[in-house]
């Protein structure tokens, strides 16, 4: 079955890190680009970074570019998001997202997990 | 950065209804456009890709088209399972950017 499942998320005060993880089943993820979504509490959703098969390419947001980092282990078939110096803008559900969100779309999404900065 | 609007932000129709969604991108974006479902407390769902393109295993009642800069999604016949909000998204350049959304709900 194909399957995007994260961990990692939960409360950190504000200023801190966590490192969101993103393992996937019955497919190879080194065959794809691969990103982040995230979503605000009640709000839409905003792309959070991509990274190239080969982990060669990766872009991220501005409001995250220093602070975010993607990255994948082809190997371990994960995905992952650094996040350093969280803060309270940076509460959301966090979704692993198999694709670059480029011309065919992305159709496969993790269920998501959450991430609160709060103090 | 390419600024994505839509319209309605909501609206309320009933099951056989034909709802109509539009998507407008800040510049001409060719047919680099995609359009996700998400139900409340689940993930987002592809419905379109490149505009016009169903995702494999989407209903035949759902459609998309446009080019350039305008763009819409059309459910022929809407369906109890189809309340849910509507996302348009840009493929043409990072960063990749959604719209805002379209709530539609039981009339």
């Known amino acids: 079955e194909l399957q995007l499942v994260e961990s990692g998320g939960g409360l950190v005060q504000p200023g801190g890190s966590l490192r969101l993880a993103c393992e996937a089943s019955?497919?190879?993820?080194?065959?794809?680009?691969m990103s982040w979504v995230r979503q605000a509490p009640g709000k839409g959703l905003e792309w959070v970074a991509s990274?190239?098969?080969?982990?060669?390419?990766?872009d991220h947001v501005d409001s995250v570019k220093g602070r975010f980092t993607i990255s994948r282990d082809n190997a371990k078939n994960s995905l992952h998001l650094q996040m350093k110096s969280l803060r309270a803008e940076d509460t959301a559900v966090y979704y692993c997202?198999?694709?670059?969100?480029?011309?065919?779309?992305?159709?496969?999404w993790g269920q998501g997990t959450l991430v609160a900065v709060s103090s | 950065d390419i600024q994505m609007t839509q319209s309605p932000s909501s609206l309320s129709a009933s099951v056989g209804d034909r709802v109509t969604i539009t998507c407008r991108a800040s510049?001409?974006?060719?047919?680099?456009l995609n359009w996700y479902q998400q139900k409340s407390g689940k993930a987002p769902h592809l419905l379109i890709y490149?505009?016009?393109n169903v995702e494999s295993g989407v209903p035949s009642r759902f459609s998309g088209s446009g080019s350039g800069a305008d763009f819409t999604l059309t459910i022929s016949s809407l369906q109890p399972e189809d309340f849910a909000t509507y996302y348009c998204?840009?493929?043409?350049?990072?960063?990749?950017?959604f719209g805002p959304g379209t709530k539609v709900d039981i009339k």
């Open positions: 490149g505009a016009s």
């Open positions: 510049q001409n974006i060719g047919s680099a």
């Open positions: 019955g497919f190879p993820l080194s065959s794809y680009w």
């Open positions: 997202v198999r694709g670059s969100l480029g011309l065919i779309g992305a159709d496969l």
């Open positions: 998204q840009q493929s043409n350049s990072f960063p990749r950017t």
């Open positions: 990274i190239k098969q080969d982990g060669s390419e990766t």
